[in-house]
């Protein structure tokens, strides 16, 4: 599995960003998609993820201004990212977890910088 992210950026304080990534390989094993965040200086951290049935997780800090989706035909999961806050600067990493009967990996994407500032 191959993941290809794209859609960061600078923004200002309250702005939007809309991430996306696609998925190429062997796509038929993925089963849960989402996006991670690591902010310099701390450790890599889950902001959201996305089963192939549509059920969402989200970290606390974004509840509310984020939004995970996935277009299963399309092999590609997004990010809506809404009233952003200078916190929420860090580099965007694209996960997809794969399972072929016991066998189960991640995958990354090369990540994307999200930073947030006036």
């Known amino acids: 599995v191959q993941l290809q992210a794209s859609g960061g950026g600078l923004v200002q304080p309250g702005g939007s960003l809309r991430l996306s990534c696609v998925a190429s390989g062997s796509t038929f094993s993925i089963r849960t998609m989402g996006w991670y965040r690591q902010a310099p200086g701390k450790e890599r951290e889950l902001v959201a993820s996305i089963t192939r049935g549509g059920s969402t997780n989200y970290a606390d800090s974004v509840k509310g201004r984020f939004t995970i989706s996935r277009d299963n035909a399309k092999n590609t999961v997004y990010l809506q990212m809404n009233s952003l806050k200078p916190e929420d600067t860090a580099v965007y990493f694209c996960?997809?977890?794969?399972?072929?009967?016991?066998?189960?990996?991640?995958?990354w994407g090369q990540g994307t910088l999200v930073t947030v500032s006036s």
């Open positions: 996960n997809a977890r794969s399972v072929i009967g016991i066998d189960v990996n991640d995958y």
